[in-house]
């Protein structure tokens, strides 16, 4: 009983990695109804910058609001310069672009900063948290920042002008224009966002997995699986999503016979298909009504 | 959130409806193209017939996907998956079981129909990202499932298996490169023609009903969840004899040669080569093998922006890729013929 509960608390302190991912994610198809394949490399690339202000000397708090800034402009800028010229072009067109744009991003940050590995400083220390030695304070830092987060864009979404309109601009947005709502700003607005949580979970994520250009790639892959597990229209869902990707992955990694780490990425994968092909618009996911 | 908040989405299609006439070239343009297929290896080296042979299997792999999104409207990222297991296939047969390579195709194909098919089960409730997300979970665990230990005696688990290049039979006098580079044509081509009559034949019609409004399908008495897992395995079977094909030419079958990025390549492909209409799958296949070395030509360590930026403009300049180019062109023609 007591492996059970520590490889939950493993699981849980991983998960919050996949549910700051998955956020970021969800914020994104929430403003342009696309998966944004390039997420993760745009995180990569905020949390590099903000490491490059602190080779410059400047603390750390200031960094990561000087970077979350600079992130929440570059989304924006790239929806501008990037995608806004595509928002006619087919669907799967728009999706070969965000490849494009992952390849850009990763190539040109190894080419500044190389891919040897770097250290992360963290804010909230790597003591044990309470006592229990599988969950670091910076773990336990980073639950409660992902909640914060969660919070403050349920506040958002729910009780602000802006945050409304975003929300009408995705879901209908005819009638949004019709009632005088700019959906293509609120579209680069969400790309800002996105960029913006999506640098957090960088900054969050690098002191685990150590800050290089590849090291968004397992981490999107269970962000993203963690968003469609939780409902791609609900950021809730994502966060417990995440948690729940977490704890599988820990589980089947314990408690199947031959699973080694080299299987505990399909055995996770094969149980999230298994829970969307009963629900298929994940577990909380809001089911899309067509009009025939 | 309650019922009443539910969204209602206007009937908008992730897929484009492209016409059945609109998805081939006409006859005269496809024995010309056929014609240039057939005199080029004549005056090229070895190493160009090699990288045409490899063209023309990706080029098939591509017209595989277009099957299944262009024609039945259903996403995969998992292709590799399918393309993997056709390799294997050709590679066990031919190196465990001495059976000849020609004979392996078929047999290849037959084993993706059915991986295909009943992959399609599970796949039928979902649609979309939802979709991606199962293929591209297949196209991540098919590497892993290939390395385990109890199959390692039929796959050589890490290590793969080298397959032996085969001899241009009846005493011909070509090289191996050459012979493989018409035997794949040979191939290509009868699929290729097969394909274009299937999409036209009564199937053909239930996939792009399907593709274009399910719901309308199923009350024409199409049997959508049939067509659909049908279009899977017609996919797969395809993806499995390219796979085969890519098996031999390689002459090298291993685990992480059929990653993610395969089916993702296959799925830039399809992009560039305009989302269902055939012939622009080997367009798009040229588009997947040359491109990423033009790229690392121009810049060693920026290979990767290069081909980034390449593909950006590709897709400013035809967002519905070369189909577009094609349509160009037939508008262009007609004029001239009317002046």
């Known amino acids: 009983m007591e492996l059970f509960t520590n490889q939950v608390l493993a699981g849980i302190a991983t998960g919050a990695i996949y549910a700051c991912m998955a956020l970021a994610v969800v914020m994104i198809y929430q403003a342009i109804d696309h998966l944004n394949f390039a997420q993760g490399e745009m995180a990569m690339f905020s949390t590099f910058i903000s490491w490059q202000l602190m080779q410059w000397g400047i603390p750390y708090w200031a960094a990561f609001i000087l970077t979350l800034a600079l992130s929440f402009i570059a989304g924006i800028a790239i929806e501008r310069i990037l995608f806004k010229p595509l928002a006619k072009a087919p669907v799967l067109t728009n999706v070969a672009g965000f490849i494009a744009l992952f390849a850009i991003i990763n190539s040109s940050a190894g080419l500044i900063w190389d891919f040897t590995i770097k250290q992360y400083p963290t804010p909230f220390g790597s003591a044990p948290f309470?006592?229990?030695?599988?969950?670091?304070?910076?773990?336990?830092?980073?639950?409660?920042?992902?909640?914060?987060?969660?919070?403050?864009?349920?506040?958002?979404?729910?009780?602000?002008?802006?945050?409304?309109?975003?929300?009408?601009?995705?879901?209908?947005?005819?009638?949004?224009r019709l009632v005088g709502i700019n959906t293509s700003w609120m579209i680069a607005l969400g790309w800002g966002m996105a960029t913006a949580i999506g640098s957090i979970a960088g900054m969050l994520i690098a002191p685990v997995v150590f800050l290089e250009p590849n090291m968004m790639g397992g981490v999107l892959i269970y962000g993203f699986a963690a968003a469609v597990l939780g409902g791609l229209t609900s950021p809730f869902g994502a966060v417990v999503g995440g948690f729940l990707v977490g704890?599988?992955?820990?589980?089947?990694?314990?408690?199947?016979?031959?699973?080694?780490?080299?299987?505990?990425?399909?055995?996770?994968l094969a149980l999230i298909i298994s829970v969307l092909v009963v629900k298929p618009a994940g577990l909380f996911g809001r089911h899309i009504v067509k009009r025939v | 959130m309650s019922a009443a908040e539910e969204v209602v989405a206007e009937g908008h299609q992730a897929v484009e409806a492209v016409p059945k006439r609109a998805m081939t070239l006409g006859t005269g343009t496809s024995l010309v193209v056929l014609a240039a297929l057939i005199i080029m290896p004549i005056f090229v080296k070895n190493f160009i017939i090699f990288q045409m042979t490899m063209l023309l299997i990706y080029g098939l792999a591509v017209l595989a996907l277009n099957i299944l999104t262009g024609g039945s409207g259903q996403f995969s990222l998992g292709q590799s998956a399918f393309y993997a297991v056709g390799a294997y296939t050709t590679a066990v047969l031919m190196e465990h079981f001495d059976v000849n390579y020609a004979l392996t195709l078929p047999i290849a194909g037959i084993v993706c129909f059915g991986f295909g098919f009943l992959f399609g089960q599970p796949a039928l409730r979902l649609s979309g990202v939802y979709l991606a997300l199962a293929t591209f979970a297949l196209a991540t665990a098919m590497p892993q499932l290939l390395k385990l230990n109890f199959l390692e005696h039929w796959t050589g688990g890490v290590q793969g298996l080298v397959v032996t290049k085969p001899d241009a039979p009846f005493g011909l006098k070509m090289s191996q490169d050459m012979w493989l580079y018409y035997f794949s044509l040979v191939v290509v081509i009868g699929i290729y023609i097969l394909a274009v009559n299937l999409l036209r034949s009564r199937s053909g019609r239930a996939f792009m009903a399907i593709r274009d409004n399910e719901i309308a399908a199923s009350a024409m008495g199409v049997d959508?969840?049939?067509y659909k897992t049908l279009a899977f395995g017609v996919s797969a079977a395809i993806t499995g004899i390219a796979g085969s094909l890519g098996a031999i030419a390689v002459q090298f079958v291993a685990p992480d040669s059929y990653t993610i990025t395969l089916a993702i390549s296959l799925f830039l492909g399809m992009v560039v080569g305009g989302v269902g209409w055939l012939p622009g799958s080997i367009v798009g296949a040229a588009f997947i093998i040359f491109v990423p070395n033009i790229a690392e030509g121009i810049s060693k360590g920026l290979s990767g922006a290069v081909f980034g930026v390449l593909l950006f403009a590709v897709i400013y300049l035809v967002p519905h890729g070369a189909r577009q180019v094609a349509i160009l062109g037939q508008q262009l023609a007609g004029k001239l013929r009317k002046n």
Do not use: C, D, W
């Not at chain 1, 980073?142 to 602000?160: A, C």
């Not at chain 1, 589980?251 to 505990?264: F, S």
């Open chain 1, 130 to 176: 309470l006592g229990s030695q599988l969950i670091s304070t910076h773990q336990a830092g980073m639950i409660g920042v992902t909640v914060l987060l969660l919070l403050g864009l349920y506040f958002f979404f729910q009780y602000t002008r802006i945050g409304l309109a975003m929300r009408a601009a995705a879901s209908v947005p005819e009638s949004a």
């Open chain 2, 224 to 226: 959508v969840a049939l």
């Open chain 1, 247 to 268: 704890i599988f992955e820990n589980l089947a990694g314990t408690y199947i016979p031959g699973v080694g780490n080299e299987l505990k990425l399909p055995i996770a």
